[in-house]
């Protein structure tokens, strides 16, 4: 049998050779491992003229194939993975530069910049190490989706694209090798747009657009949709108020018609987000918010229904409730609820309902429906409360944001109104016709801070790296492509950034805490104050060197309060924070908004994390690649039942056929099966109660899901009503049922529709 290699040449196929690298990869593995076995199977599966690529993607996925027997095998298929793309990729870091240059993807400043270095100092910053680092699951990840590419080649290795970002972020040696050894040991992760772009002739690093309705007309309506195209060609994610629009049925002065209302003009947007997709690397994502007193309601909650008029469809855009407290406590109190049309009201009464929130809401509210003629409909609202539980049950959505928390306990609430939150529900910014807000993502792997042996945190670590990206990100800002002016004009008058988290649930099992105990709330609300903490004075330090943000007068943090004043919370170390008061009061600070965890599918994914902050689904799942499917138990689970010596092929089996759960084992301690409890085992309350701890210390908002096993009317009910009692920003993002969530828990394609 012949072999093909990387230049093209042949040759026979040697046995000894593939045998003596796969044993060499395995050397310092688990004993457990072996790589004589895994040849064996290699040799058994090759063919004539096979590729050397293709050899090495057969050992990596028949490691994988073990992976039950030994969680080493995995290391094994990554270290298998990573020398594959090593190998493909350029010989060094510069080379892969100039290659880019070359092809117009790096651009020129970056190169110059890079030039003004020696060139070997610069290439003797990548560890190569390192890649062998990241599990097989999440360099499939990057080679999939994130490693540039010339003409179908890989030219980056991981360890590359990480200093490439690092690079595009600073521009300068310095900088970037600090950013480059945090990021490239796993201690955070940039979100996918500026993984993408950043250091490219197009360096759009930011995830998330807030966009308005330029304004109710054809023209207005249609520049919108122009606008959401060019950010959808650049990698972003876009949430769009719609509240303006007038609704079905309405009078148009200037043709002297009637308007067909949003749900024609929605499915324009759909095609739009269907047609432009992101950067050509995933399709376009657009979340539309609307308040329930809007006229079209009812209809805007079929949109995502699976039966029905296909002609009123939107299946490829995600709906989201901007819901006032009014109407959860007319449908708290059993009370009627009034439709209306935003023209119609702007015209009677010189503002629209979506302008104001709280108790001048309220007001607006009353005298329009004491307006004769102007309410289109009085209906219970509980009828508009079933319309969006049904639709959650059947879709999963639409995702469920309080208006006036979101509005009361928000920075920016001197600018003006927040009408939406993005695509993902975490990003909570004022927007308008004339600003697109805009914000650049990270996130910090939890994992990294935790001293498994001692069972300790260090959350020293935690506030540097907090620090760190607080300075990176604000970088971002001013290096940053904006795909619209408007995106630029708000970014850099307001300079939000979004902080997130990864691998929390990964935390507590690391630290033998069931999820919901008492050690674990206090945990999570200590991690997140240190957070935002750290976030909060490096922005201080910023604005001491650049001066606060443009609109930092008159906000609540230049009035001495913070998030947590906001949600009238003591903080854990109020000490400290005492202490900085003050000096923000004097120096402001850079940015106006700082925290925003969002959903990390993708980036959880390259980092080998559990997603943000959430409990594990399963404690089993199965990994989808192009080569087929693979089991894969939580290595946290694994670790434990080897130091209890359980672990063999009938617990993993029993443990399948459990559907993920170890509750059932009779033989394993409760402490153990209290940690390994999946979130269906979990009560949704704790979770609401978690994100409202969190909450006082995370001034935009949460990407939080809901979970439940067989969802019903009254059950998701409840949790609704009692994370609006808890005065959360976002009440709700996915609802995941278990039919629709066990399938499948990860694939190898990037996100489709979160952000980071």
């Not at 639709?391 to 006036?404: A, F, R, V, W």
């Not at 359980?646 to 993920?660: H, T």
């Amino acid at each position: 049998m012949k072999v093909t290699k990387r230049d093209g040449s042949t040759e026979d196929i040697n046995f000894n050779k593939i045998a003596s690298r796969i044993k060499r990869l395995s050397n310092g593995l688990s004993n457990d491992v072996s790589g004589d076995v895994v040849a064996q199977k290699v040799m058994a599966s090759l063919y004539d003229n096979i590729t050397t690529i293709e050899i090495d993607t057969l050992s990596a996925e028949t490691a994988l194939g073990m992976l039950t027997e030994d969680t080493d095998y995995e290391k094994l298929a990554a270290r298998l993975t990573a020398s594959n793309i090593q190998k493909r990729a350029a010989p060094t870091f510069i080379d892969a530069m100039k290659m880019m240059f070359k092809n117009k993807i790096l651009a020129r400043d970056v190169w110059d910049s890079m030039k003004a270095y020696d060139m070997d100092d610069i290439n003797s910053v990548i560890k190569k190490t390192r890649d062998n680092d990241i599990n097989c699951f999440g360099l499939k990840t990057l080679e999939r989706g994130y490693l540039t590419k010339i003409n179908g080649h890989i030219v980056e290795t991981p360890q590359y694209m990480f200093l490439r970002v690092s690079w595009g972020i600073h521009g300068n040696l310095e900088d970037a090798k600090d950013t480059y050894n945090m990021m490239s040991q796993g201690y955070f992760i940039h979100a996918t747009p500026t993984l993408f772009n950043a250091g490219t002739i197009r360096p759009q690093m930011s995830s998330c657009f807030l966009k308005a309705m330029d304004d109710d007309s054809i023209d207005g309506i249609y520049e919108t949709m122009k606008k959401v195209a060019q950010i959808s060609k650049w990698s972003g994610g876009i949430g769009l108020h719609a509240h303006n629009i007038r609704a079905n049925k309405s009078h148009i002065e200037g043709t002297n018609g009637t308007s067909d209302g949003i749900i024609p003009m929605l499915r324009v947007l759909n095609a739009t987000a269907r047609y432009v997709n992101q950067g050509g690397k995933r399709k376009g994502s657009v979340a539309v918010y609307l308040e329930p007193w809007h006229a079209d309601i009812l209809d805007f909650l079929d949109l995502r229904l699976n039966h029905g008029d296909e002609e009123s469809r939107c299946r490829d855009l995600f709906t989201a409730m901007w819901i006032p407290d009014h109407f959860m406590e007319c449908v708290k109190g059993g009370k009627d609820w009034n439709l209306f049309c935003p023209n119609e009201v702007r015209k009677a009464h010189g503002v629209c309902l979506s302008d104001v929130y709280g108790d001048e809401f309220v007001s607006l509210y009353t005298k329009c429906a004491d307006t004769p003629g102007l309410s289109r409909k009085t209906i219970p609202a509980e009828t508009i409360w079933k319309a969006i539980v049904r639709s959650q049950i059947e879709t999963g959505t639409p995702y469920m944001l309080y208006k006036d928390a979101c509005n009361s306990k928000s920075n920016q609430k001197n600018i003006g109104v927040i009408k939406s939150s993005n695509l993902c529900t975490e990003i909570l910014e004022v927007s308008s016709k004339d600003e697109t807000a805009v914000c650049n993502l990270a996130s910090i792997a939890l994992p990294k801070f935790v001293d498994e042996k001692a069972k300790t945190f260090n959350f020293k670590k935690l506030e540097n790296a907090a620090r760190m990206l607080v300075r990176n990100l604000n970088k971002v800002i001013d290096r940053n492509y904006y795909p619209t002016k408007c995106g630029k004009n708000s970014n850099m008058k307001h300079r939000p950034i979004g902080l997130g988290v990864q691998g929390l649930a990964d935390v507590f099992m690391m630290l033998d805490m069931p999820f919901d105990c008492d050690d674990a709330i206090k945990l999570n609300k200590d991690i997140f104050e240190t957070i935002y903490y750290g976030s909060v004075a490096e922005s201080m330090e910023l604005a001491k060197k650049d001066g606060p943000y443009e609109m930092f007068k008159g906000s609540p943090i230049s009035e001495g309060k913070f998030q947590f004043d906001l949600w009238g919370v003591e903080p854990p170390n109020p000490s400290k924070w005492e202490k900085l008061r003050p000096e923000v009061m004097k120096y402001g600070v850079r940015n106006s908004l700082l925290m925003a965890p969002m959903p990390t599918a993708s980036t959880s994914q390259i980092l080998g994390n559990n997603e943000c902050f959430e409990p594990y689904t399963t404690n089993i799942y199965l990994r989808r690649t192009l080569a087929g499917e693979f089991v894969v138990v939580n290595k946290h689970l694994v670790r434990r039942l080897k130091e209890l010596d359980m672990w063999n092929k009938q617990v993993k089996d029993a443990i399948i056929r459990s559907g993920g759960s170890v509750q059932g084992f009779k033989e394993l301690p409760q402490e153990i099966k209290d940690v390994y409890k999946t979130v269906w085992e979990i009560s949704q309350k704790s979770i609401i109660n978690m994100a409202a701890d969190r909450g006082a210390f995370v001034d935009q908002s949460q990407s939080m899901n809901l979970f439940l096993e067989s969802p019903t009317m009254s059950k998701l009910s409840s949790m609704h009503m009692y994370a609006w009692s808890k005065g959360l920003k976002t009440g709700m993002y996915y609802l995941r049922s278990k039919a629709k969530s066990r399938p499948i828990q990860f694939t190898l394609e990037p996100c489709d529709t979160c952000s980071a």
